[in-house]
């Protein structure tokens, strides 16, 4: 089962279960790469996931990529087969390696556990819902950020705190870090991306237990964050590390 303390309005996964969680997940047959992989050892990763959602909720936009290779699989002693057209098999694949890699990074180190698998009760709530609740819309912190193919800038106007930066010294160590070539420019979203993202890694530690607004006249960095789903391989990486500092200082954007 899983602790709650209604006190602190709390819900945390037991150590155990996570430890558990930790060994499930680091399977080698999860590694990136292998697509000999059976459909039993993917229904006891995600048997886990789901147990643990509700301390991590973090987690749920990305469970699809699980669920994507348990359909139409067929028997549970059979390995995964994806269907549909080479690209979107690919894609499958990709979603689910990167899941792996976001679960094995809240799940790696016991000193994150208490922070990584503990949630508010008010995480469980949509934010329409949420803001409407007692005191919870002075609570809110307002965000934002704009950006051109060289520069970035962001602001968390609760806190009165701005900052500017250079694409160039954010946009090729990421790429760097994704295999990518560190020359290839990065498309005007991808700019606009990286400012709640800057945002977050510099002031999440002040935002714990607060519903975070992010206001950005760019759809498609809008789209990314509603749905936690992108195209470009750094987008996505992004939306990982976001729902890392979401887990870890537990705000939600």
């Not at 303390?5 to 996964?13: I, K, M, R, S, Y």
């Not at 999860?30 to 886990?48: A, E, R, T, W, Y």
């Amino acid at each position: 089962g899983l602790l709650y303390d209604t006190g602190a309005e709390t819900v945390t996964l037991p150590e155990p279960k996570v430890a558990k969680l930790k060994i499930v997940v680091g399977d080698s047959s999860f590694d990136p790469g292998n697509k000999q992989l059976s459909v039993h050892k993917v229904q006891i990763l995600m048997g886990n996931l789901v147990a643990a959602i509700a301390t991590c909720p973090y987690l749920s936009p990305f469970l699809g990529a699980g669920y994507r290779l348990l359909s139409g699989t067929g028997e549970v002693s059979r390995n995964v087969v994806i269907e549909g057209t080479p690209e979107q098999i690919e894609r499958a694949w990709g979603d689910w390696w990167e899941f792996v890699e976001l679960v094995r990074t809240l799940a790696d180190d016991p000193l994150r556990w208490s922070s990584h698998f503990k949630s508010g009760f008010l995480s469980a709530i949509p934010p329409r819902e949420r803001i409407s609740m007692p005191g919870e819309w002075e609570r809110v912190i307002w965000t934002g950020g704009d950006a051109t193919l060289l520069r970035v800038a962001a602001v968390d106007w609760n806190a009165k705190v701005y900052g500017m930066t250079d694409v160039e010294a954010v946009g090729p160590p990421l790429r760097t870090h994704l295999g990518e070539d560190p020359d290839d420019s990065l498309i005007i979203a991808l700019c606009e991306f990286l400012c709640i993202l800057l945002l977050a890694t510099a002031l999440g530690e002040s935002w714990i237990g607060k519903l975070v607004i992010y206001v950005t006249d760019n759809s498609n960095v809008e789209a990314w964050i509603r749905r936690r789903a992108a195209r470009p391989r750094v987008a996505r990486y992004g939306l990982r590390l976001l729902a890392r500092l979401e887990a870890q200082h537990h705000f939600s954007v």
